[in-house]
């Protein structure tokens, strides 16, 4: 190995994802003394026959890795779902040899399923924060759950700000969509957001919050008002994909509005259904 000679590969039993050397320690040992952290290994994976739902999945997981060659897990938590994704790329194989130009097998149409469509949602997903609302499921539990409602059930479900109006509703045009995004937040599927704030302010201090709200790039509008309030706001905002309008105008209120000195109260609103002229 000194020399650039590569060592025989070793020899490693797979039980789950733990692996125990059968033979090549002292070539392992080798490595990490040279500063090596890859190796040639042959590898037996021994596949658990038990009929607990852990070794039921488990068995599922290994069969999809087989099939789709995937460089990376996709761990699920349910059984039956690993065959959903496997449809879902059975599916894409077949657009992919209607568009292009010869076969695509269907290795290749996983990892682009896996590049174009699993990946991206997932990024969405987790920008959403979705996850912190099921604990104990998978990035892949929620991708599997939402495209199968989005692409093929066609059942209207609601997630958060509305997934299934921002998202198209078919596979392969979300895929061409991500295929031309150059950015990868996705700056298209944020959605703008409309808010009124009602403010209460110190007397007399109503003109210097004035100023110091149309410093601020989202606010749109301030005007002195008599009544009630001392001030309307109104703020445009923009929200990712699975964020809640409420969490963001909050947000926003909390830490540009109502830190102003002489702020006494303020009261949102934030409009249901609206007409505009042009």
């Known amino acids: 190995m000194r ?22 320690n002292h070539r392992i040992a080798a490595a990490k003394e040279l500063g090596h ?21 488990y068995r ?13 897990e996709i ?39 896996y590049r174009y469509v699993y990946r991206p949602l997932c990024n969405i997903i987790r920008r959403g924060r979705l996850l912190e609302s099921f604990p104990g499921r998978t990035i892949g539990d929620l991708y599997t759950y939402v495209s199968v409602h989005l692409w093929e059930t066609g059942e209207k479900r609601h997630y958060g700000i509305g997934i299934h109006k921002l998202i198209p509703g078919n596979m392969e045009d979300f895929r061409n969509q991500m295929t031309n995004i150059g950015d990868p937040c996705y700056p298209e599927m944020q959605r703008r957001i409309t808010a009124f ?20 790039e989202a606010v749109q509008e301030v005007h002195v008002v008599h009544g009630d309030v001392d001030l309307l706001v109104k703020v445009n905002l923009t929200r990712d994909l699975l964020s809640s309008d ?11 509005i109502r830190q102003l000195p002489g702020v006494i109260s303020t ?12």
């Open 246 to 256: 409420a969490e963001i105008i909050s947000q926003f209120v909390h830490n540009k």
């Open 37 to 57: 952290d890859e190796i040639l290994a042959h590898i037996l994976e021994f596949i658990p026959s038990g009929n607990r739902l852990e070794d039921f999945i």
């Open 3 to 24: 020399q650039g000679h590569a060592l025989p590969p070793v020899r490693l039993y797979q039980i789950k994802d733990e692996y125990y050397v059968e033979d090549g």
């Open 197 to 216: 704030v009602l403010m209460s302010v110190q007397a007399k201090r109503e003109y210097k919050i004035v100023e110091k709200l149309f410093e601020l």
């Open 267 to 278: 009261k949102t609103l934030i409009p249901g259904f609206s007409r505009i002229k042009t």
């Open 75 to 113: 761990n699920l938590t349910e059984p039956g779902q690993y065959e959903r994704l496997l449809d879902q790329i059975a599916k894409h194989q077949a657009y992919l040899q209607e568009t292009s130009a010869g076969p695509v097998s269907f290795e290749d149409a996983a990892r682009d399923w």
């Open 60 to 72: 599922q997981r290994s069969d999809f890795l087989d099939r789709t060659q995937l460089p990376a």
